[in-house]
Nanobody, 122 residues
Framework: QLVESGGGLVQAGGSLRLSCAVS????????MGWFRQAPGKEREFVAA????????SYADSVKGRLTISRDNAKNTVFLQMNSLKPEDTAVYYC?????????????????WGQGTQVTVSS
């Protein structure tokens, strides 16, 4: 089970930190990712991190502003979001990939959370 938290309403230029708590004993073997879906748009890749945390990947639109990290001792993955823009407004989902890689496509992820809303006002 994946449970996201930390979403909310923030002004442009502000920051938020999303968390995703994962149940089970195999978290440290999973690649983890964050995706987002804005109203009327398809779900898109945001960021991914390898099981040990040594490798990350990002969508071009968020590079330099969003940072993914994980704490395997706490079964939690994070998304630090800085310099937020109105176009970052979306429901943010975390996902787990059994293959353990930094994947960037939806079909490569096996488990999904319910999502948390992030709204950035201008």
């Amino acid at each position: 089970q994946l449970v996201e938290s930390g979403g909310g309403l923030v002004q442009a230029g502000g920051s938020l930190r999303l968390s995703c708590a994962v149940s089970g004993r195999t978290f440290s073997f999973y690649g983890m990712g964050w995706f987002r879906q804005a109203p009327g748009k398809e779900r898109e890749f945001v960021a991914a991190i390898s099981p040990g945390g040594g490798s990350t990947s990002y969508a071009d639109s968020v590079k330099g502003r969003l940072t993914i990290s994980r704490d395997n001792a706490k079964n939690t993955v994070f998304l630090q979001m800085n310099s937020l823009k109105p176009e970052d407004t979306a429901v943010y989902y975390c996902a787990a990939c059994i293959s353990g890689s930094t994947r960037s496509t939806i079909k490569e992820y096996d488990y999904w959370g319910q999502g948390t809303q992030v709204t950035v006002s201008s």
